[in-house]
């Protein structure tokens, strides 16, 4: 039950990424929606919890792109285990925490990702990994505070009912 709005949210930010308009960029780098959803579920769960959405989401990004399958679980797996400890370790209320989060949380996705893929032009990959950072930051600090806030009516509505 934990995993299925999780799975869900994944499945609709996988729709809405293959839809994004051209503009929706910053230096040819649009937003990774499905990484955006992994590591705002994560970074308010354990590294355990951050892992099997990682899992699920590199299979579900992977199934969308059509190539490097096994690279896209590998890296999201990771990316979503690194979230999870970020909460244990390092989380604070603090606004800034998650979308700094998304963007080392990013930045390390696709360097193993290049790692597993090399491109010929690493320095256009790294102009759209920056790009990437910028907008996953951005979109990551809303649907964090989004999902926080989900979370949150949802505990109070449980605990009115057991009153």
């Known amino acids: 039950m934990r995993y299925m709005w999780a799975i869900i949210t994944l499945v609709v930010a996988a729709g809405l990424q293959g839809n994004l308009p051209k503009f929706v960029s910053i230096w040819g ?7 955006v959803v992994l590591v705002s579920y994560a970074l308010a769960a354990e590294p355990a919890f ?3 959405l990682g899992f699920i989401a590199g299979l579900l990004h992977g199934s969308l792109v ?14 979503g285990f690194l979230a999870g400890l970020v909460n244990t370790r390092l989380f604070s209320e603090n606004p800034i925490v998650p979308a700094l989060s998304a963007v080392w949380l990013t930045v390390v996705c696709e360097l193993l990702f290049l790692i597993g893929n090399p491109r010929p032009d690493l320095l256009m990959a790294g102009r759209k990994v920056a790009g990437e950072c910028i907008c996953n930051a951005i979109f990551t600090l809303i649907a964090y505070f989004a999902i926080r806030h989900l979370d949150t009516h949802r505990k109070i509505k449980l605990a009115n009912a057991r009153l």
């Open 66 to 79: 059509g190539l490097s399958l096994g690279s896209f679980i590998i890296t999201r797996t990771i990316t």
């Open 29 to 35: 780098g649009k937003p990774d929606l499905i990484l």
């Open 50 to 52: 951050g892992a099997g």
